[in-house]
């Protein structure tokens, strides 16, 4: 079964940054993609940003310019490296990741609180 660590999560005010950590294991196919999404209280879940073993990153609108998604997927783990933070921003951030075999798992989620 794979487990998703993730750490990182907190309160900061606006303008302030945030580092998230997810590594995952207990993968038997190897991962080749991951990805952060967050959900809001209302809202749907939204990717945030994602990152392939070759290296290859996607970045909603909302946060192009202000996250960087960074690490090393053929290690299973990535970061999320959050500036210039916003009141939006607040939400539970959840680790995503796919292996080779197409299956898709999920973290458990870290609360992200940005104060005005």
């Known amino acids: 079964q794979v487990q998703l660590k993730e750490s990182g999560g907190g309160s900061v005010q606006a303008g302030g940054s945030l580092r998230l950590s997810c590594t995952a294991s207990?993968?038997?196919?190897?991962?080749?993609?991951m990805a952060w999404y967050r959900q809001a209280p209302g809202k749907q879940r939204e990717l945030v940003a994602s990152r392939t073993t070759g290296s290859s990153t996607t970045y909603s609108e909302s946060v192009k310019g202000r996250f960087t998604i960074e690490g090393d997927v053929s290690k299973n783990t990535v970061y999320l490296q959050m500036n210039s933070l916003k009141p939006v921003d607040t939400a539970v951030y959840y680790c995503n990741t796919m292996n080779a075999g197409n299956y898709v798992y999920w973290g458990q989620g870290t609360q992200v609180t940005v104060s005005s």
């Open positions: 207990g993968s038997s196919f190897r991962i080749v993609h």
